[in-house]
T-cell receptor
Framework: NAGVMQNPRHLVRRRGQEARLRCSPM?????VYWYRQLPEEGLKFMVY????????ESGMPKERFSAEFPKEGPSILRIQQVVRGDSAAYFC?????????????FGPGTRLTVT | GQQVMQIPQYQHVQEGEDFTTYCNSS?????IQWYKQRPGGHPVFLIQ?????EVKKQKRLTFQFGEAKKNSSLHITATQTTDVGTYFC?????????????FGQGTTLQVKP
């Protein structure tokens, strides 16, 4: 049973380009969370999605960032017109359900570097 | 907004010494989870505490959840070099929460052999 998969593992973008980060949850999991981790810091919640629905996007920056989790395929975190401050590790986590009692399984992360 | 504070930020110990990290929330939590992240790795779930005053043990690791469900601690007895990494607590809020985790800043543990 494969774990949470994320790709690419490393992504380099120049300022102004777009970054697309993909996350495939564990088999049987229909809840996906995205987190951002800056160097030497903890993880900051960004968005929580179920299939075809955004449940909680309270941690998403208002501009340039969007996320989706289509009926088929992986969840996508999209960052338009990247800036240097977007450089971070982006982790997605999946859970069997979104209720409070379920642990989240993290993927290996995508390390985004904006030059 | 809701915050989860974790101290200390860094801890260096000699192999065999004990280690403790503390986690405090500004609001009551429905549960708290602990994760370990090795350098360059991703967070790995360790345990979840749900009940007020709950204590759980995993070999040399002891986890506690405070009576008021606003603080928690992780204690490692007789550290080993394999314990190196950053330990995060992550709290979930109560009613109406969507399951998102609020992470502490983490405590990075270095163990000298």
């Amino acid at each position: 049973n494969a774990g949470v998969m994320q790709n690419p593992r490393h992504l380099v973008r120049r300022r102004g380009q777009e970054a697309r980060l993909r996350c495939s949850p564990m088999k049987g999991h229909s809840h996906v969370y995205w987190y951002r981790q800056l160097p030497e810091e903890g993880l900051k919640f960004m968005v929580y999605l179920q299939k075809e629905n955004i449940i909680d996007e309270s941690g998403m920056p208002k501009e340039r960032f969007s996320a989706e989790f289509p009926k088929e395929g992986p969840s996508i975190l999209r960052i338009q017109q990247v800036v240097r401050g977007d450089s971070a590790a982006y982790f997605c986590a999946s859970a069997r359900q979104g209720a409070v009692d379920y642990e989240q399984y993290f993927g290996p992360g995508t390390r985004l570097t904006v030059t | 907004g809701q915050q989860v504070m974790q101290i200390p930020q860094y801890q260096h110990v000699q192999e065999g010494e004990d280690f403790t990290t503390y986690c405090n929330s500004s609001t009551t939590l429905s549960n708290i989870q602990w994760y370990k992240q090795r350098p360059g790795g991703h967070p790995v779930f360790l345990i979840q505490l749900v009940k007020s005053g709950e204590v759980k043990k995993q070999k040399r690791l002891t986890f506690q959840f405070g009576e008021a469900k606003k603080n928690s601690s992780l204690h490692i007895t007789a550290t080993q070099t394999t314990d190196v990494g950053t330990y995060f607590c992550a709290g979930r809020l109560g009613s109406g929460n969507t399951g998102k985790l609020i992470f502490g800043q983490g405590t990075t543990l270095q163990v000298k052999p």
